[in-house]
């Protein structure tokens, strides 16, 4: 990895290159315990460089221990953004039968968090965002169903739109057609950089959207932009440096190497500048049991060499499934032999 990119994690986790990773290469063991249903949340915020704006991003995600927690965090200088992944288990809301679940509450916690601590309005990098909350993902683990966790992702969506006043989109199985992630952020111009080399500064221009929102205004603040918030199985995101500072390059190499330009099935991927001399290929792996990171790496090895390029070790921004459900496991029987 280019040694611009930082890790701001603040827990012990598996590295590479001073980068906190997941990796396959981890045993991926049967749980030999009986565990409740238990869903994931993954929060990707535009913020790496404003240390205290993260701190108190962090401390909110650590607010609701040991109900849920946070068991990753990633962090990226150039991308200038950080994803975060919270456990929980699905039931269990507490005080009262209104009450939320605990990851309801510690995502919108988070949400709440990131949008007090990070203007929109100032941020810069090189991955491409549609708010100060980008984008929001659940996952069913260990005994949990997608449909349970759908209808918590509505939830949560709901009150973003409604109490913060954020312009929220649904997708997967949250929304009523399925609709994909991809597809809002072609509708929102998300791959278009709209800055000199190859970065994204700022918010829109717009005063409105070209797609109405499922929650919240109409209109975007240019202080918190949008989210995409939704629900779908397990997604694996594996990114591979390229070694060249020709972005359009790697944007082709990631073309090929996605299922909609006709490559690998169950593959998304941008081509995109990763600081000084240095480019990526970023993946979402969406069925990484047929489809894994090492197809991906040697895919992209093989596009990247027919253009006389090399490439970097391929990387993963978080844990495989087992892992995460393994590490939640552990931080709640600590936290509990603890009370």
Known sequence: MHPQQKCCCRHEFPKRNGVVVSTQHHRREGAAMLRPALACCKLYISEARNAPALRAIERAAAGLRPAAGLVNAFADDAYNRVGYTLVSPLAGGGGGNSAPPPLHRAAFGVVAAALEAVDFGAHAGAHPRLGVVD??????????????????????????????????YLYGAAHRDGRR?????????????????????????????????????????????????????????????????????????????????????SVQAMGLAHGEGVTEVACNLLDPARVGAEQVQERVRQLAAEQGLAVGEGYFTDFSQERTVELYMQSAEADASQQ
Not at 135 to 162: K, M, S
Not at 229 to 245: C, F, K, Q, R, S
């Open 135 to 168: 984008h929001i993902a659940f996952h069913p683990l260990a005994g949990a169903h997608l449909d349970d966790v759908a209808a918590l992702t509505r939830a949560v969506a709901a009150d973003i739109g409604d109490k913060l006043q954020v312009p929220t």
């Open 181 to 265: 992630l991809a597809s809002i952020r072609r509708q929102l111009g998300y791959f278009t950089p709209n800055s000199p080399g190859e970065q994204w500064r700022g918010a829109p221009d717009s005063s409105s959207l070209p797609v109405a929102p499922d929650a919240g205004p109409a209109t975007p603040s240019r202080s918190k932009g949008v989210v995409a918030i939704g629900a779908t199985a397990w997604v694996d995101n594996y990114n591979v440096p390229v070694h060249t500072a020709d972005v359009a390059a790697a944007k082709r190499i990631a073309r090929a190497v996605s299922e909609r330009g006709g490559g690998l099935r």
